[in-house]
């Protein structure tokens, strides 16, 4: 009988050991592998999805640029992966597995402003992403600067484009570049400073070179549509509204 028991708790020892050394050499077989660096050609696999996906990385040749950066940078935005905007065997595993981002609403030309995801994207009638930029929106503080008060705040909703300049405009907070307004004095606007997070005092921070060709693409009554995980509000209604003044005309 005590050899039996005996038995029983070396087997359970043994098979303890067997399971211990199993998971460490899977640890390690996956270290092994996520600190393995990419190959050339694994690069451009990686370059090759993610332009297909619709981020523009530029030429496709293995060569991390700033094209290719930016565009991960797009990707780990959307995907809501910590933003580094460098191509590790993690960010290749990811992005080999990924789908193409795709809008909250489709069938009309309009902008949506992802607040969580803090991008902006460019959709066209048939519902493609045709522009995808990083935006740095209201960061929901109070401020007190130039002697005004309230709260840096990017409302949710449905808006229209209702008025733009070219060049820039001096605000009583500060200068945009290329404004294009949607509520109140709020704008899609060129700054210099667009940074990961939410620090604007309301408006919609875009990159520099990115505020006139934008611009061009927001003519007055654009729809803009702005949400959270929380807030969604569809512009169907406007935009068919919208084709039923046209076939009148």
């Not at 077989?29 to 530029?58: F, I, N, Q, V």
């Not at 992802?114 to 209201?138: A, C, H």
């Not at 060049?167 to 940074?195: C, E, T």
Request: proline share 5%.
């Amino acid at each position: 009988m005590m050899n039996t028991s005996k038995q029983s708790r070396s087997s359970v020892v043994l098979a303890t050991l067997l399971l211990l050394i199993t998971f460490q050499t899977v640890v390690a077989e996956k270290h092994k592998r996520s600190s393995a660096k990419l190959t050339r050609a694994e690069l451009k696999d990686a370059e090759s999805k993610l332009s297909e996906m619709g981020y523009r990385t530029g030429r496709v040749d293995g060569v991390i640029d700033d094209a290719t950066r930016h565009a991960l940078l797009l990707f780990q935005k959307w995907e809501g992966r910590k933003i580094t905007g460098s191509l590790t065997r993690d960010e290749f595993d990811a992005i080999m597995n990924a789908t193409a981002p795709a809008p909250k609403d489709s069938g009309y030309r309009h902008v949506e402003v992802d607040l969580d995801r803090q991008l902006l994207l460019l959709v066209n009638d048939e519902g493609d992403i045709k522009k995808m930029l990083p935006v740095s929106t209201g960061s929901n503080k109070r401020y007190n600067e130039k002697g005004l008060r309230g709260l840096a705040y990017t409302p949710r909703g449905r808006f229209r484009i209702y008025a733009k300049l070219s060049g820039w405009r001096k605000s009583p907070l500060g200068l945009l570049y290329y404004p294009n307004y949607f509520s109140d004095g709020l704008a899609i606007h060129g700054n210099p400073s667009v940074p990961r997070t939410p620090q604007s005092h309301g408006c919609i921070r875009i990159p520099m070179s990115e505020a006139a060709p934008m611009s061009k693409q927001l003519p007055v009554g654009t729809i803009v549509l702005i949400y959270d995980k929380d807030s969604f509000v569809s512009a169907k209604d406007w935009a068919e509204a919208d084709k039923q003044k046209e076939a009148v005309r």
